[in-house]
């Protein structure tokens, strides 16, 4: 098994971070009457999923707070996947464009159930 010493070690938090870079990329085209509305709720969900990780790594002295952040992770990552959706029926990004966002997304959603559903390799043993 892989030694990671970081929460930026994790594959699941890079992937997060580089898609919610590529959702702060693709926001910035949005219109700016939605700057307090679509665009800042995909930027702060998006992001939202890199920060619960790392605060679940962090909590690993417990399966309970491990996986309950996680699980606020799993939520924000299914949240930002409704903005991307809200995107494209708006018009401010093409099917294209977001398809592979959201597909991200979906392999990030996997990841993150699977340390859910697979606690015990990641808590620190005391």
């Keep these: 098994m892989t030694t990671y010493r970081r929460h930026t070690d994790l594959p699941v938090y890079q992937a997060a971070f580089e898609a919610a870079m590529e959702i702060f990329r693709l926001s910035k085209s949005f219109p700016e009457t939605e700057t307090y509305s679509l665009t800042d709720q995909i930027r702060r969900s998006s992001r939202s999923v890199c920060a619960n990780i790392a605060e679940a790594w962090r909590k690993r002295r417990s399966a309970a707070f491990f996986v309950s952040t996680l699980n606020i ?11 991307l959706q809200f995107a494209v029926e708006c018009g401010y990004a093409t099917g294209d464009e977001i398809r592979t966002i959201y597909k991200r997304y979906d392999e990030i959603l996997a990841q993150i159930v699977h340390l859910i559903t697979n606690p015990d390799p990641w808590i620190l043993k005391t």
């Design 73 to 83: 992770s799993e939520a924000e990552a299914a949240e930002t996947q409704v903005w």
